[in-house]
């Protein structure tokens, strides 16, 4: 007995109407529809590398199931970049060095993405941007240059 | 995929009762945090969900005309930490919940579903029973009301029947109103972390003496559990190294460690002693920078 639901969400504000398998996780999703910057790391919420965000708090897309995204808005990787420019975050990324092999960096940009939102107007200290971005691994960077890119972007 | 093969979206409390206790095998599924990484591994025995994700009335954070505070079961740890009444009257539960995963576990995770779920590690469960929450059940029979004191039978195993549904925690005055409380997680690492030992002190001063001390472990035996020995051992009794001495003593009867590949009975032993001194020693502190 296997049901499907037909949702209708947005993605980066682009709306859709889906008749979804109930089975699939929001991960599954996004990826057949072609948001690839969502990526399949562990699978178990500890990577973080499939982090998008759902009415603009983050999620590990592999641990939320596709069907809970009905009539929401969802933001990827993909709809960050307006106009061919890069936001605040992309920009801070590039600048400070914060990317290595790549494939964690577009949760990373959610979860920054999504700290600074919610930090707004405040001065965070290194420690509570590190703690900020806990559910993300990067296993290239040591970190340190994602923390400067967090600082710098607040800063812009 | 998960490997789901039966799933209802149930549309009230009362919908979600009659599916679960039409199907034996059906097991609710919240934040999905636990759920999805068992399904993810296979495990069948998830295979039936019943989905609670549409019933918004279990989300609600609230105080009654008498101080009662209410935490629906579907406020997920972030919405608990980040609400007001919770931070001023409970401050021990946004610290125990914000040691939870990382921020995108607790943007899913509910206290519900970390209570429920029976783990002897849950980090709420020594917030729990130190603020002594009553449980609001909605199951076939109807409505009944469960203390947290003895809900959890054994690991992963709770009072809840097949066709039960947590509907809220309440949190009466008497169990936080002049509450120091505090706790404390060790954990190998500082966050994404399954706790090794967890530890709440919940104190009440008199004066210079202990009027009521509250002290409760995670992980220290096969449920979470209160310490009724070393509660009583330093009863009216001023925090002192000899105080302290009593409570280490005395604990030693309230907890049964066990031997894993995370850690050897001796040392849980070790830290649950550490913790407790320093449980004690840190809310007898607060008392004195609040006098």
Request: negative net charge; hydrophobic residues 40%; aromatic residues 6%.
């Amino acid at each position: 007995m296997i049901s499907r639901m037909d949702i209708s969400l947005s993605i980066n504000s682009r709306p859709y109407e889906l008749d979804v398998d109930v089975r699939k996780s929001l991960m599954d999703v996004l990826r057949e529809l072609g948001y690839t910057s969502v990526k399949h790391g562990c699978g178990v919420g500890e990577c973080g590398a499939c982090t998008v965000l759902v009415d603009d708090v983050a999620v590990d897309s592999c641990l939320y199931l596709a069907v809970w995204a009905k009539g929401r808005n969802v933001r990827t990787v993909e709809g960050e970049c307006r106009d061919g420019k890069l936001s605040a975050v992309q920009e801070a990324y590039v600048e400070e060095g914060a990317v290595q092999c790549g494939f964690c960096t577009p949760g990373l940009i959610m979860s920054s993405t999504s700290f600074i939102e919610k930090n707004s107007g405040t001065r965070p200290s290194r420690e509570e941007i590190a703690k900020g971005h806990a559910g993300n691994l990067c296993r290239c960077t040591g970190y340190q240059t994602i923390i400067n890119a967090v600082e710098n972007a607040i800063k812009k | 995929m998960f490997p789901i093969e039966k799933y209802h979206y149930a549309s009230s409390v009362i919908d979600a009762v009659q599916a679960l206790a039409a199907d034996e095998k059906a097991r609710v599924i919240a934040g999905g945090t636990d759920v999805l990484v068992r399904l993810h591994g296979g495990n069948s025995d998830y295979a039936s969900l019943v989905d609670v994700n549409g019933l918004h009335e279990l989300k609600e954070i609230r105080q009654d005309g008498e101080g009662n505070i209410f935490i629906g079961a579907l406020a997920t740890c972030t919405e608990i930490i980040e609400h007001e009444l919770i931070q001023k009257h409970t401050p021990m539960i946004v610290q125990s919940l914000g040691t939870i995963g990382g921020p995108q576990v607790r943007n899913c995770a509910t206290m519900g579903g970390n209570i429920c779920n029976g783990a002897v590690s849950a980090d709420s469960a020594c917030a729990a029973l130190i603020y002594e929450f009553d449980l609001l059940i909605e199951g076939v029979k109807g409505e009944r009301i469960e203390s947290i004191n003895g809900f959890h039978t054994g690991p992963g195993r709770t009072l809840l029947q097949q066709g039960d549904i947590l509907k809220a925690f309440r949190i009466r005055p008497p169990n936080y109103k002049g509450v120091l409380a505090s706790y404390q997680k060790y954990a190998m690492r500082g966050a994404m972390d399954i706790a090794t030992i967890g530890c709440g002190v919940g104190l009440t001063m008199d004066d210079e003496r202990i009027s009521t001390l509250k002290l409760a472990f995670t992980v220290a035996a096969p449920t979470p559990i209160r310490c009724s020995n070393a509660e009583k051992a330093v009863a009216n009794r001023a925090v002192t190294e000899e105080t302290l001495e009593l409570l280490t003593e005395a604990l030693v009867d309230d907890v049964r460690p066990r031997e894993s590949w995370r850690a050897g009975k001796e040392f849980r032993l070790h830290i649950i002693k550490t913790l407790a001194r320093k449980g004690l020693r840190q809310a007898a502190e607060m008392q004195e920078e609040l006098t």
